[in-house]
T-cell receptor, first 112, second 113 residues
Framework: QKEVEQNSGPLSVPEGAIASLNCTYS??????FFWYRQYSGKSPELIMF????GDKEDGRFTAQLNKASQYVSLLIRDSQPSDSATYLCAVNADNYGQNFVFGPGTRLSVLP | DVKVTQSSRYLVKRTGEKVFLECVQDMDHENMFWYRQDPGLGLRLIYFSYDVKMKEKGDIPEGYSVSREKKERFSLILESASTNQTSMYLC????????????FGPGTRLLVL
């Protein structure tokens, strides 16, 4: 059974701080990694994807991947109250997008 | 922009009714997925389809069936709705040549009384 694990939270950070969200996965053959944001009552929306080891930056968001440790993280710099949401980590283990596994999500609360 | 639409945002049905949830995507994606999401249980895959008329069971297919007669449309059918199928249902689509990213519809919140 392929697993993707995240701390459920809630993770609370003050406005302007860095929020760090972590995810581990069990399938060593996983190839692509995704972070989604989901506001309460809404559907998940893609924030970032990463395929290679290292860091990938997009605005205030940085995804970090370490395949040897089977670990992927999302850093949110200068956190804003509008970043308060549940963040889902997802992992895909094939070339066709048919082997997607979502983590349970981490709830982030950014306090004004 | 990828657009995935779902036929209803909210639906109320009675136990034993046959329920159809429809999903349409406009990006010519090969893969389409149906999930349900419940508090504390995360996203659980019900069925997915990688081509017209093709389907694969996900983690929780019991009590559900699917239909994909056209590439852009993927339907989820609850043959005889039960109260334990009250949930948020999410449709998603992706393309193997598009980086496998799944794009979600707005969701259907189904209440079975």
């Amino acid at each position: 059974q392929k697993e993707v694990e995240q701390n459920s939270g809630p993770l609370s950070v003050p406005e302007g701080a860095i929020a760090s969200l972590n995810c581990t996965y069990s399938d060593r053959g996983s190839q692509s990694f995704f972070w989604y944001r989901q506001y309460s009552g809404k559907s998940p929306e893609l924030i970032m994807f990463i395929y290679s080891n290292g860091d990938k930056e997009d605005g205030r968001f940085t995804a970090q991947l370490n395949k040897a440790s089977q670990y992927v993280s999302l850093l949110i710099r200068d956190s804003q109250p509008s970043d308060s949401a549940t963040y889902l980590c997802a992992v895909n283990a094939d070339n066709y997008g048919q082997n997607f596994v979502f983590g349970p999500g981490t709830r982030l609360s950014v306090l004004p | 922009d990828v657009k995935v639409t779902q036929s209803s945002r909210y639906l109320v049905k009675r136990t034993g009714e046959k329920v159809f949830l429809e999903c349409v995507q406009d990006m010519d994606h090969e893969n389409m997925f149906w999930y349900r999401q419940d508090p504390g249980l995360g996203l659980r895959l019900i069925y997915f389809s990688y081509d017209v008329k093709m389907k694969e069971k996900g983690d929780i297919p019991e009590g559900y069936s699917v239909s994909r007669e056209k590439k852009e449309r993927f339907s989820l059918i609850l043959e005889s709705a039960s109260t334990n199928q009250t949930s948020m249902y999410l449709c998603a689509s992706s393309s193997p040549t598009g980086g496998e990213t799944q794009y979600f519809g707005p969701g259907t919140r189904l209440l079975v009384l």
